[in-house]
């Protein structure tokens, strides 16, 4: 079993940058942590992909709303995987949950963390 936990969310204006973290605790060398990513749901929406890291290459893959804004990255040493949001529009404001996946992270994927609330006023 895999536990993911997300810390780092708030509140920020419009142009301003957040930091997201989770981390990964319980069987920690499962394949299931091959691949880990963030989706976010916004009010009214469907989950939707944001961002997801290979833990083999560290290769990195981001939906088109948030390319050159958002970086992602992990700690494979520690388990964890961060996303640095910079440039943070209204339209990011969602729940933002970590997934982990041992090949391709989706929004089926088999481990879940919570959610983190990230709210960006304009």
């Known amino acids: 079993q895999v536990q993911l936990v997300e810390s780092g969310g708030g509140l920020v204006q419009a142009g301003g940058s957040l930091r997201l973290s989770c981390a990964a605790s319980?069987?920690?060398?499962?394949?299931?942590?091959?691949?880990m990513g963030w989706f976010r749901r916004a009010p009214g929406k469907e989950r939707e992909f944001v961002a997801a890291?290979?833990?083999?290459?560290?290769?990195?893959y981001y939906a088109d709303s948030v390319k050159g804004r958002f970086t992602i990255s992990r700690d494979n040493a520690k388990n964890t995987v961060s996303l640095q949001m910079n440039s943070l529009k209204p339209e990011d404001t969602a729940v933002y949950y970590c997934?982990?996946?041992?090949?391709?992270?989706?929004?089926?994927?088999?481990?879940w963390g919570q959610g983190t609330q990230v709210t960006v006023s304009s």
């Open positions: 890291i290979n833990r083999s290459d560290g290769r990195t």
């Open positions: 319980g069987r920690t060398f499962s394949t299931y942590l091959n691949v």
């Open positions: 997934a982990a996946d041992q090949r391709v992270v989706t929004t089926s994927s088999h481990y």
